[in-house]
């Protein structure tokens, strides 16, 4: 079974710019969650889908947000971009099943200059 | 709330020692508890898991009991190897409700074994 799937792998952008990142999970998984991972913060809860719904929101600003398709793939975009957005963006994937555990991505590496 | 602390690293071992990163976790709630280990430039993996008290989780090699009683959940090694070096995150995910999907990580403990 292919593991979660993110792209870019890497990308750069300039500050006030805005930024699409995907996420690919397990098939058969239906719950999709982001999170932030920086040096000084750690890893940050970012939000939760579910079956095209977002069932939980981590505290972070409006100028990130998500959707979940129908074929349980998610996206995450980042509008305005500022310095401190620059991070490792991982996202998780898992049945949507309490307790049950998140498999993670690779990741991807965001920039900000 | 819920929290998770783990012990301050960064921890250094010489080969085949035996190792212990310390975890405690906040009293609330019914959480299951994890621990995920991530490899440079790579992202988070499973490494063991356990859904209630008393419970054990293991995987390569690698063991941590559920204490309710003691709020802990510290993972141990009896013989480290070179190829352990990485970084260890406790977490714990609450059931439902406004946890859906969140799961919330120590600070990391950094571990280098040396040969």
């Known amino acids: 079974k292919a593991g979660v799937t993110q792209t870019p792998r890497y990308l750069i952008k300039t500050r006030g710019q805005q930024v699409t990142l995907s996420c690919s999970p397990i098939s058969g998984h239906r719950s999709v969650s982001w999170y932030q991972q920086t040096p000084g913060q750690g890893l940050q809860f970012l939000f939760e889908?579910?079956?095209?719904?977002?069932?939980n929101k981590g505290n972070f600003p409006g100028r990130f947000s998500g959707r979940q398709f129908s074929n349980s793939r998610s996206e995450m975009n980042v509008s305005t971009l500022e310095l401190g957005d620059s991070a490792l963006y991982l996202c998780?994937?898992?049945?949507?099943?309490?307790?049950?555990?998140?498999?993670f991505g690779p990741g991807t590496r965001l920039t900000v200059l | 709330g819920n929290s998770v602390t783990q012990m301050e690293g960064p921890v250094t071992l010489s080969e085949e020692a035996f190792l212990t990163i310390n975890c405690t976790y906040t009293a609330t709630g019914y959480p299951s508890l994890f621990w995920y280990v991530q490899y440079p430039g790579e992202g988070l993996q499973l490494l063991l898991k356990?859904?209630?008290?008393?419970d054990k989780g293991s995987n390569k090699g690698f063991e941590a009991t559920y204490r309710k009683e003691t709020t802990s959940f510290h993972l141990e090694k009896g013989s480290v190897q070179v190829s352990d070096s990485a970084v260890y995150f406790c977490a714990r995910l609450n059931a439902g409700g406004t946890s859906y999907g969140k799961l919330t990580f120590g600070q990391g403990t950094i571990l280098t074994v040396h040969p």
């Open positions: 889908y579910f079956s095209e719904t977002q069932r």
């Open positions: 356990a859904t209630k008290a008393d």
């Open positions: 998780a994937s898992s049945t949507g099943v309490f307790e049950n555990e998140q498999f």
